[in-house]
């Protein structure tokens, strides 16, 4: 694992032609669906691409390659978001400074190496969340120029 990665190292983690909002659409829990829809929009504005499933449950914008030491390639979104079980997972630029000023000012949440986990989108500022999507576009592409 890279430490520059924001997503998991995956082979299946790959773009798939699954429509975003059917999978959200799918999502049992009735408050976690609202939640990834207001999720959705909020980073499609923040980041301008599109909305497109990556593997079977990941929301992804954008994309970049990324190389590890060890040789292993692949690609990535720039910034993604999951509607999982038991809580909202954002995906963002991991390990940085930078990140740890967000989370911060982001609200209750829990944070693992590369993902965010949010309870609920009433209890986080959405602002920061479309802020941390804009650094997180910027600091994957300077990282990895493609």
């Given amino acids: ?79 993604g978001f999951s509607p999982r079980k038991g809580n909202l997972v954002l995906y963002m630029a991991a390990d940085d400074d930078a990140r740890a000023a967000f989370l911060a000012r982001l609200g209750k949440h829990k944070a693992g190496k590369g993902c965010i986990y949010l309870n609920r989108l009433a209890d986080v500022d959405s602002a920061v969340i479309a802020e941390m999507a804009r650094w997180s576009m910027k600091t994957l592409k300077e990282r990895h120029p493609d």
């Fill in 1 to 79: 694992h890279s430490r520059n990665a924001a997503m998991p190292a995956d082979a299946k983690t790959r773009p798939t032609p699954v429509s975003p909002e059917a999978f959200i659409d799918s999502v049992d829990h009735p408050g976690r669906r609202e939640d990834a829809r207001a999720v959705l929009a909020l980073l499609a504005e923040a980041t301008g691409y599109p909305p497109v499933m990556w593997g079977p449950s990941i929301i992804g914008f954008g994309r970049y390659r990324y190389t590890y030491d060890s040789g292993h390639s692949g690609e990535a979104p720039l910034v």
